[in-house]
């Protein structure tokens, strides 16, 4: 589900750093005022000169000559010579839509249409942690009909474990909620859940954690879950509401692994909700990224561009990649032409066996226990 577009709001930390840098060039001397003066005219007019095409920039700005081509197969290519361990991977709603996960942008899916009745002054409130105090049940109702239930994780997900697997994922950071990397057998130390997760909840007052089946119980019987430990906090699941901060797992290991990066692999992300969408531009210059998408996407702005100021994919530069198509297929080709492919397989369809078969387990003893 993609709780997360509705609960972020997209700041723009590009423009803050444009200022802050154009506030450092107005406080220097006349001298250096004068060669300020001078590279903003030659920006300018290297700008210029690049938007009427009289010089080629592909040329210009093909320093990363890291990978022998522009696709997946530089990529196995750089993966294999290189002998690669520390790939970052990066997801969003993508790579959970194919699972069944309703995403919360689309105006079929009418999630906002049952909220009416609550009188919310604005739909997004019901992710605001200050109207969740006050009034916690249009969430819950909303919940009830997103809680992952009978969901399985995808042949991404999948291909996330197998990375892991190879020793070749560093980290895998998720903009999701549905917690279906766990599921797929991602461990933890593994994992950063960026805007948190539905698999635990903590008491509002106490902080008492509960798990995700306790909540569901509540949640599908309409019940606002209340703590059991001082009988009077809400809980609220771990996701990040408008309003709170980030873990600080989340920073912490963002600025360790980053640097660390030989590879970045962005998947089923729309590179619009911050702080995430900017994670790109943590890795060296000289790290390769590998955008797997529907469309191109967290593609650099030419103006800022001119100003000196690079931040974003650059399809022509030589070290991104953008590999179009669905989530799941580009995964697929990907672990084929790493020659796991068969083992991709393999492994979802026998997890997916497994989670159907705890499910009839779990009904099953449901079912004894109601009798
Ligand atoms: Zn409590």
Redesign the pocket.
């Known amino acids: 589900m993609d709780v997360n577009m509705i609960i972020f709001l997209n700041i723009s930390i590009i423009i803050t750093d444009g200022k802050v840098e154009n506030e450092s060039l107005s406080s220097s001397s006349d001298e250096a005022e004068e060669q300020d003066s001078d590279s903003g005219i030659n920006k300018f007019s290297e700008c210029f000169e690049q938007t009427m095409h009289i010089f080629d920039p592909n040329t210009s700005e093909n320093k990363f000559n890291i990978l022998s081509e522009l696709s997946l197969d530089g990529i196995v290519d750089y993966i294999k010579d290189n002998k690669v361990t520390k790939i970052i991977t990066m997801a969003g709603a993508g790579i959970s839509t194919s699972a069944g996960i309703p995403d919360f942008r689309s105006p079929t899916t009418g999630l906002y249409d049952h909220l009416e009745k609550y009188n919310l002054p604005y739909p997004q409130a019901i992710f605001e942690i200050e109207f969740f105090k006050s009034n916690p049940k249009p969430f819950f109702v909303l919940t009830k009909e997103l809680l992952p239930e009978g969901y399985k994780p995808t042949k991404s997900h999948y291909f996330i474990r197998l990375l892991h697997e190879k020793g070749l994922l560093l980290r895998h950071y998720t903009q999701n909620v549905d917690d279906l990397e766990r599921m797929a057998g991602l461990p933890e130390e593994k994992l950063v859940e960026a805007h948190g997760t539905f698999h635990t909840g903590h ?6 954690m509960f798990n995700l089946d306790w909540m569901k119980s509540k949640i599908n019987e309409d019940i606002i879950p209340i ?7 809400v809980i609220k699941p771990d996701i990040v509401f408008f309003g709170e901060k980030l873990s600080e797992r989340f920073h912490t290991l963002l600025s360790e692994d980053f640097v660390l990066a030989e590879l970045l692999i962005i998947m089923g992300s729309s590179l619009i909700v911050q702080p995430f969408a900017s994670l790109i531009d943590n890795v060296l210059t000289d790290c390769p990224r590998l955008l797997i998408n529907k469309e191109k996407v967290g593609v650099e702005s030419d103006l800022l561009k001119c100003y000196g100021i690079s931040r974003g994919m650059n399809f022509e530069s030589g070290r991104d990649v953008a590999w179009l198509g669905e989530c799941d297929e580009g995964c697929q080709l990907l672990a084929d032409k790493l020659e796991w492919g068969e083992e991709l397989k393999t492994l979802m369809l026998e997890e997916h066996r497994r989670l159907d078969s705890d499910a009839i387990k779990r009904k099953e003893k449901a079912d004894v226990n109601s009798d």
């Open positions: 008491c509002l007052d106490c902080k008492t703590c059991e430990n001082c009988n009077k906090g």
